[in-house]
């Protein structure tokens, strides 16, 4: 039986069918914070009226003593589809491991989350969220890839009856491999309270493990697609269509509002991976990122994203042209357009010594 908050907003529905694609979006007042979250840490929060195309950065302080069932800030995206907006921030004390963003979709015949956030305490804030809104159960858990603050989470949800995994092949890789172990440690130095009752959790259900194969979902009326989009990322990357509303969850294919992370990937697939976004998906009317708001098209954060890799490539091939060592390389390296933009200073030294790693075999 729904909540009477998720029956109120079903009638909302009703009104917003009369209109269609990005302007419906935007007639709706989609996007708009539907609710700051529980607990006594609500007050400490700065939080953006809205998360669609919003140049206004959250900022979400939780504690350590916060109660596994206080709910989190969550925003409405569009009918029946809601989205956490992670800090843009590395993982620290202040926001506990919501630094990535997640969501769901409500159907007739149960709920869709997709990602977990990034520790089992957060897994479980995510589920009284959902329980806020509705009492329809989850059904499916989508993990788009193996990184921390999208996957730590999943051990709560995994913990329910009935809610089946979905993930990428290259997950089994990842839970096997020593990178996995020593994430896991380092979260529960940093976060004790927040690790407790961590376990790895392997999907249940796979993406084909061909690059851009679909693995579609069905449930109560509403139809996921989730596309097996590469290695670009991680150890395996998916991206999320929800075909009858128009969205598309990309994951970290796509960076808003902060410099993306190239050490798990390969820029090349990451590069190839957006060709092919944009030549199946043209009608998309929006587009969610695992980090930084919603955005409508022309969905600039796109290419953004694609012009930082780019730009990085081409500085990284210069240098190996020039047989310049890795060390001086990578201290040539400064994309002084980019110097502003969060995590730049932690992220762009690292992602130019993947990338000169990535195309040194190309000048042997």
Same mark, same amino acid.
């Given at each position: 039986?729904?909540?009477?908050?998720?029956?109120?907003?079903?009638?909302?529905?009703?009104?917003?069918?009369?209109?269609? &694609? $990005?302007? #419906? /979006?935007? +007639?709706?007042?989609?996007?708009?914070? %539907?609710?700051?979250? *529980?607990? =006594?840490?609500?007050?400490?929060?700065?939080?953006?009226?809205?998360?669609?195309?919003?140049?206004?950065?959250?900022?979400?302080?939780?504690?350590?003593?916060?109660?596994?069932?206080?709910?989190?800030?969550?925003?409405?995206?569009?009918?029946?589809?809601?989205?956490?907006?992670?800090?843009?921030?590395?993982?620290?004390?202040?926001?506990?491991?919501?630094?990535?963003?997640?969501?769901?979709?409500?159907?007739?015949?149960?709920?869709?989350?997709?990602?977990?956030?990034?520790?089992?305490?957060?897994?479980?804030?995510?589920?009284?969220?959902?329980?806020?809104?509705?009492?329809?159960?989850?059904?499916?858990?989508?993990?788009?890839?193996?990184?921390?603050?999208?996957?730590? &989470? $999943?051990? #709560? /949800?995994? +913990?329910?009856?009935?809610?089946?995994? %979905?993930?990428?092949? *290259?997950? =089994?890789?990842?839970?096997?491999?020593?990178?996995?172990?020593?994430?896991?440690?380092?979260?529960?130095?940093?976060?004790?309270?927040?690790?407790?009752?961590?376990?790895?959790?392997?999907?249940?259900?796979?993406?084909?493990?061909?690059?851009?194969?679909?693995?579609?979902?069905?449930?109560?009326?509403?139809?996921?697609?989730?596309?097996?989009?590469?290695?670009?990322?991680?150890?395996?990357?998916?991206?999320?269509?929800?075909?009858?509303?128009?969205?598309?969850?990309?994951?970290?294919?796509?960076?808003?509002?902060?410099?993306?992370?190239?050490?798990?990937?390969?820029?090349?697939?990451?590069?190839?991976?957006?060709?092919?976004?944009?030549?199946?998906?043209?009608?998309?009317?929006?587009?969610?990122?695992?980090?930084?708001?919603?955005?409508?098209?022309?969905?600039?954060?796109?290419? =953004?994203?694609?012009?930082?890799?780019?730009?990085?490539?081409?500085?990284?091939?210069?240098?190996?042209?020039?047989?310049?060592?890795?060390?001086?390389?990578?201290?040539?390296?400064?994309?002084?357009?980019?110097?502003?933009?969060?995590?730049?200073?932690?992220?762009?030294?690292?992602?130019?010594?993947?990338?000169?790693?990535?195309?040194?075999?190309?000048?042997?």
């Amino acid at each position: 039986m729904d909540t009477p908050l998720y029956t109120a907003r079903r009638s909302w529905v009703l009104m917003a069918a009369l209109l269609t &694609g $990005a302007t #419906a /979006l935007a +007639a709706a007042g989609y996007g708009g914070l %539907v609710d700051r979250g *529980g607990g =006594a840490g609500a007050a400490r929060h700065t939080l953006p009226a809205h998360a669609i195309d919003t140049p206004v950065l959250p900022h979400t302080r939780l504690g350590a003593d916060d109660s596994p069932d206080d709910t989190l800030p969550f925003y409405r995206l569009a009918p029946d589809t809601y989205f956490f907006y992670g800090n843009i921030a590395t993982i620290d004390a202040d926001n506990r491991g919501f630094n990535g963003n997640a969501g769901f979709v409500v159907t007739d015949a149960g709920v869709v989350v997709i990602d977990a956030l990034g520790t089992p305490r957060l897994g479980q804030r995510l589920i009284a969220t959902v329980r806020s809104v509705t009492d329809q159960p989850i059904r499916y858990l989508i993990l788009t890839h193996n990184h921390p603050d999208h996957a730590y &989470g $999943a051990s #709560a /949800l995994h +913990a329910l009856d009935g809610v089946q995994v %979905v993930g990428h092949p *290259g997950m =089994a890789e990842y839970l096997g491999s020593p990178t996995f172990e020593q994430s896991v440690e380092y979260r529960r130095g940093l976060l004790p309270q927040d690790m407790v009752g961590f376990t790895a959790v392997a999907p249940d259900l796979l993406v084909p493990a061909e690059t851009f194969g679909r693995l579609r979902l069905e449930l109560g009326g509403r139809t996921f697609d989730v596309y097996n989009s590469g290695r670009h990322h991680s150890h395996g990357d998916l991206v999320v269509h929800q075909v009858e509303d128009g969205i598309l969850w990309v994951s970290d294919l796509a960076f808003n509002q902060r410099v993306t992370y190239i050490g798990d990937g390969h820029s090349a697939a990451l590069l190839a991976a957006h060709d092919w976004l944009q030549k199946t998906f043209g009608d998309i009317r929006l587009m969610v990122p695992g980090h930084g708001s919603a955005q409508r098209p022309p969905f600039p954060m796109l290419a =953004a994203t694609r012009a930082y890799v780019e730009g990085l490539r081409a500085r990284m091939r210069q240098q190996l042209e020039a047989d310049r060592s890795l060390q001086d390389a990578v201290a040539a390296a400064a994309m002084p357009d980019w110097a502003q933009v969060p995590l730049y200073e932690e992220n762009h030294r690292a992602n130019a010594s993947f990338i000169y790693r990535e195309l040194e075999p190309e000048f042997f």
